[in-house]
């Protein structure tokens, strides 16, 4: 080996690893910006280091990209990597195609022995029953009167598409159950207001037609045009129930009882879950104040599943004459505010024996003048997150605690 070698390899040995040996010395910037090698000259393509006949993948050797080694220019595609040349295998392994992540495993926390749980398969939203606009159903019973043929619309069925509005339930006295809950419940609890049952050609209910028979309520076939024209649905379940209007009034002597006072209540998906928790919960009534929609509506009917009529009710009342009137009668009137330092509980037991407590209208709330004239404000704890609660969610939490502290006066 020359010297010039052995000082070159004694040198690398030297060489601490990570520093340079070259000093601090900038290069001078030239005018026309482009980049230098050592010394002044600039750098060229040509100047870039060539490894020849090197075997590792990734350089080329002295060979210009793109041609043989015979020095012709190669094929599009050939030489490059494709996935039909991909090995097959990977040593011992196969070679897989990496997976999505939406359909990877789930596997649980915890010990590795436990098991895996798949993605559920999607699922298609189930077909909801849409109600229809009280605006269409007018229009239907409009259109059923104007009509000259009487074989498309007989006279009693022009009566039932008049029932199906605010107007006719109010000229005729009467109202309309559909579907199969509610036609059930109207049968077997409320005989005495049925009047007739009618069914679609091909209705396929045999229990619910055996117990229509026995309770023997008049039962009628209809076309399906004139079932989906008396139905408030836009996919009827082909059974409705003519009945007459009636209800029970709440008993305000009781010497315990929880009433609820309904102002302007407009939805009449909420006014029949508000029927619903009232029974769920063992309320002794509601009052309806004027503005709330009417407890016969076909929507209200349907959402409280023909039970509103087990909960004794008043309708289409004043709600400031009530609340004088029940506290003539012992009843401390409670209304819900945003503003209130209390809740329900923490009232004094005495107040609470005879109760009735306000719920308002969905957007505007309950009428400052009602909560003026209460009794006692109370608040719903939750977090500061949420400004108020739907009017059904609402009632039913009061509905909750009313029932608890019954129990506890007991």
């Not at 359909?103 to 895996?116: T, W, Y």
């Not at 189930?126 to 007018?138: R, T």
């Not at 008049?218 to 409705?240: C, F, W, Y």
């Not at 308002?360 to 997150?385: H, R």
């Amino acid at each position: 080996m020359s010297e010039e070698n052995k000082r070159t390899v004694r040198t690398t040995l030297n060489r601490k690893f990570g520093v340079s040996e070259k000093r601090d010395e900038r290069r001078p910037r030239r005018d026309d910006d482009s980049r230098t090698d050592a010394g002044d000259r600039p750098f060229r393509r040509e100047d870039r280091p060539v490894f020849k006949g090197s075997d590792r993948p990734g350089f080329r050797g002295d060979r210009p990209r793109g041609l043989r080694e015979d020095g012709r220019r190669r094929e599009d595609g050939e030489g490059r990597f494709s996935r039909e040349r991909r090995p097959r295998s990977f040593g011992d392994r196969p070679f897989k195609k990496r997976f999505d992540r939406d359909s990877r495993p789930f596997r649980a926390s915890g010990d590795m022995g436990a098991p895996v749980y798949r993605q559920r398969p999607e699922q298609k939203a189930e077909l909801v029953d849409e109600n229809i606009d009280e605006s269409v159903l007018e229009t239907r019973a409009t259109q059923a009167e104007q009509t000259a043929s009487s074989e498309a619309n007989p006279p009693w069925f022009r009566k039932l598409l008049a029932i199906t509005t605010e107007k006719g339930r109010e000229r005729e006295g009467r109202f309309l159950g559909e579907g199969v809950h509610v036609v059930d419940e109207l049968v077997s609890r409320h005989r005495e207001i049925v009047i007739a049952v009618y069914v679609v050609e091909g209705f396929e209910d045999e229990n619910l037609i055996e117990k229509i028979n026995d309770a023997e309520v008049t039962l009628h076939v209809l076309t399906p045009e004139q079932m989906k024209q008396l139905s408030s649905t836009v996919t009827p379940q082909g059974i409705i129930a003519h009945c007459r209007i009636a209800n029970t009034k709440p008993v305000y002597e009781a010497s315990r009882s929880v009433l609820t006072l309904v102002d302007a209540v407009q939805d009449p998906g909420n006014l029949g879950t508000l029927f619903r928790t009232s029974l769920g919960f063992g309320s002794n009534g509601m009052v309806l104040g004027r503005g709330t929609v009417s407890p016969f509506n076909p929507k209200v009917v349907r959402g409280s599943s023909g039970t509103f009529l087990r909960v004794p009710f008043e309708f289409d009342i004043d709600l400031v004459d009530h609340i004088n009137f029940l506290r003539s009668k012992g009843y401390t009137i409670i209304a819900t505010d945003l503003h209130a330092k209390q809740s329900l509980k923490e009232i004094p037991k005495h107040k609470l024996r005879k109760m009735a407590f306000l719920v308002g209208n969905e957007g505007a709330g309950t009428n400052p003048y009602f909560i003026e004239l209460a009794d006692e404000t109370v608040k719903i704890p939750m977090s500061s997150e949420l400004e108020s609660l739907n009017v059904s969610v609402a009632h039913g939490i009061l509905s909750y605690e009313a029932a608890q502290i019954q129990e506890e006066l007991k």
